[in-house]
């Protein structure tokens, strides 16, 4: 089917602002024109009046843990290891494929009304593989595309090992074989990982032409670790192992040295940048404006909702922006085109779906967000609106191709009241056997 959104202020970030504009999507679910509005609109089979919206790329979600959505709120107050120990890691260890299967539905389900339409899902509920199967299902069933990056360590007790790890990725891959999930190479962090299986890991990445996805130098103390195991940092153990490169994906980059900026720089890595989390559990802050500056490439990822405690990417947009001026000192640091930028184009490029632009001939991947509201009106600036005043229940519409998977702010095909009521009930019981 053919769909026109029609008379909104169109934002291509690929040339000139229109408003208004229309926006025409062709059957085969690609951008067929992007244009002022004429005075003669034309014939689609669906047409959405667009007027008071933003219609622009689709938002990214370039990090997240989807499962977290059941444990929003109870890792306030505390450091990183804190967290893990006595939050996230008693919950994977006791979630079951079906309650897991519930969480990532809810998690992709706000995605998708936060203007989402592509995200990364860093897979860290591995116990067994009815557990990667129930993600699978739930990625299925919301029709998002999604990189699942199967997360692994082998150091540590009762860790699996790199055989082992290599074995269920490739089941996974057949597994999601014609689906909209991209099974991905996803280490949990360097101190967690031996030197052997993220080579073997690493290669394995190359040969599927997939991301490698890691979590580094989020914390001062792994840093420190890493420089008590083998005498490098997070940045300089990856480009000794060679497994860095632009594959690579950084996600935090929080404490890198100067030494090791260059060498992002000079890889061709990407830089996952996650700073609600980073604030939330007092990580730091990265260093992104230097960043930028220097042409690395810099994605923005929500991270689970245990340590942010939401999957608000136009919320995440303010929060980018305002960390880098007061980090700086700079009201210029980045500006709101950056952010709109690191979020659809950068993000795009990171979930490995291309595009971020509206573009003629396109895949069609793009949203309109409502500025007609209280909180946006009357909008002087249509970026600075979506930017500054815009959060996630502002979001009208969302299509992929020629699918609308949210129209007039209601998610399509899925009684999200329903789910809401499943999952609470379900927590209840989960909570229970973890003794919370």
């Not at 025409?24 to 002022?36: E, H, N, Q």
């Not at 032409?209 to 997070?234: L, N, S, W």
């Not at 632009?246 to 980059?253: F, G």
Request: aromatic fraction near 4%; charge should be negative.
């Amino acid at each position: 089917m053919s769909i026109l959104l029609r008379g909104g202020t169109v934002i291509p970030l690929s040339g000139p602002l229109y408003d208004p504009g229309d926006v025409l999507i062709g059957p085969d679910g690609r951008i067929a024109s992007v244009s002022p509005s004429p005075d003669v609109p034309a014939q689609a089979e669906t047409v959405i009046d667009c007027a008071g919206k933003a219609v622009l790329p689709g938002l990214v979600n370039a990090h997240t843990h989807l499962s977290q959505t059941f444990i929003r709120g109870l890792g306030d107050d505390k450091t990183l290891i804190e967290w893990l120990r006595g939050v996230t890691w008693p919950f994977q260890a006791a979630i079951t494929p079906d309650e897991l299967y519930l969480a990532t539905l809810l998690g992709l389900v706000e995605n998708l009304t936060c203007g989402v339409t592509a995200l990364t899902e860093h897979h860290k509920v591995t116990n067994t593989p009815a557990h990667s199967d129930a993600v699978l299902r739930a990625i299925r069933e919301v029709g998002l595309p999604v990189t699942l990056a199967y997360g692994w360590n082998d150091l540590g007790r009762d860790a699996p090992t790199a055989d082992q790890i290599i074995a269920e990725m490739e089941r996974l891959r057949a597994a999601a074989a014609g689906t909209n999930a991209v099974i991905a190479v996803g280490p949990m962090a360097p101190w967690r990982c031996s030197d052997e299986a993220m080579q073997r890991t690493f290669a394995l990445a190359e040969a599927w032409d997939v991301p490698f996805h890691i979590h580094a130098a989020e914390t001062e103390g792994e840093v420190a670790q890493m420089i008590e195991r083998c005498g490098m940092r997070h940045i300089e153990w990856l480009a000794w192992l060679g497994c860095l490169t632009p594959r690579t994906q950084l996600v935090h980059a929080v404490w890198l040295s100067d030494d090791e900026v260059r060498l992002v720089q000079k890889s061709g890595a990407r830089v996952i940048h996650c700073p609600t989390s980073n604030m939330y559990l007092a990580s730091g802050t990265a260093k992104i404006p230097a960043m930028y500056m220097q042409g690395i490439p810099i994605a923005l990822g929500a991270d689970g909702s245990g340590s942010n405690n939401s999957q608000d990417m136009l919320e995440l947009l303010k929060i980018t922006i305002l960390l880098a001026k007061i980090d700086t000192m700079n009201p210029t640091a980045l500006i709101p085109a950056d952010v709109v930028k690191m979020a659809a184009v950068e993000g795009a490029a990171a979930a490995g779906v291309g595009g971020g632009r509206l573009i003629v001939g396109a895949p069609a991947r793009l949203i309109a967000v409502d500025l007609d509201t209280p909180r946006s009106a009357p909008v002087h600036s249509p970026l600075s609106a979506l930017v500054y005043n815009a959060v996630g229940p502002d979001v009208d519409t969302v299509i992929i191709g020629n699918r609308i998977l949210l129209r007039g702010k209601v998610v399509q095909g899925i009684d999200v009241p329903a789910l809401i009521a499943e999952c609470k009930a379900v927590v209840r019981s989960l909570a229970r056997r973890i003794g919370w």
